[in-house]
């Protein structure tokens, strides 16, 4: 079974400053990967697919790298909207779904 | 532009059955390349895949659940449900229901989420 550790926990960062978000896999798990931002009171939305690619509507700021087993988001120029919390997600045969535990992105 | 909206009791007691309806609007339950699926967030806590179906009727679900998960589906009515037996508070949480796009790998339809309270 994969499991998805996201570091850190919480991140107090200010408006301007880049976030850097960690999602690691305990094994590889391809390109496999996608980011989703939750804020209180809402559903996920989803950010990132395939690692890299943007869903539709997402801005530029949200970018998505890694391969293998470590994979990050980063959120350029964070704006007062970006604060929330969010999710790394994977597909596979099975568990077919695994979320990680979530990491907090809080102003500074 | 595809909708999802949760409906069903809040509260629900201890050892009872909940039961929660997922409909879907903007788009076809019967198309293919899709899987329906509930996921839940106890509070404070993060998400959990609880399971998903497609519309053939095939189902597939989280192995903690212990067999106490049942999703059905009916494209009739373009809704699909779930059923989750002997609940305990542990099972208190946000329910949500989503698309699952079988391209992307990614839920990327979400309803607005339905809170279950398991008391007496």
């Known amino acids: 079974e994969i499991v998805l550790t996201q570091s850190p926990v919480t991140l107090s960062l200010s408006p301007g400053e880049r976030a850097t978000l960690s999602c690691r896999a305990s094994q590889s798990i391809s390109s496999d990967l996608a980011w989703y931002q939750q804020k209180p009171g809402q559903a996920p939305r989803l950010l990132i697919y395939?690692?890299?690619n943007r869903a539709t509507g997402i801005p530029a700021r949200f970018s998505g790298s890694g391969s293998g087993t470590d994979f990050t988001l980063t959120i350029n120029s964070l704006e007062p909207e970006d604060f929330a919390v969010y999710y790394c997600q994977h597909r596979s045969n099975w568990p077919p779904i695994t979320f990680g535990q979530g990491t907090r992105l809080e102003i500074k | 532009q595809v909708q999802l909206q949760e409906s069903g009791p809040g509260l629900v007691k201890p050892s009872q059955t909940l039961s929660l309806t997922c409909t879907v609007s903007g788009g076809s339950i019967s198309g293919g390349g899709y899987y329906w699926s509930w996921i839940r967030q106890p509070p404070g806590k993060g998400l959990e895949w609880i399971g998903y179906?497609?519309?053939?009727?095939?189902?597939y679900y989280n192995s903690s659940l212990q067999s106490l998960a049942l999703i059905s589906i009916d494209t009739s009515k373009n809704q699909f449900s779930l059923k989750l037996s002997s609940v305990t508070g542990a099972d208190t949480a946000v329910y949500y229901c989503?698309?699952?796009?079988?391209?992307?790998?990614?839920?990327?339809?979400w309803g607005q989420g339905t809170l279950v309270t398991v008391s007496s």
């Open positions: 989503a698309r699952f796009s079988m391209v992307q790998g990614t839920f990327d339809y």
């Open positions: 179906i497609y519309f053939s009727g095939s189902a």
């Open positions: 395939d690692t890299s």
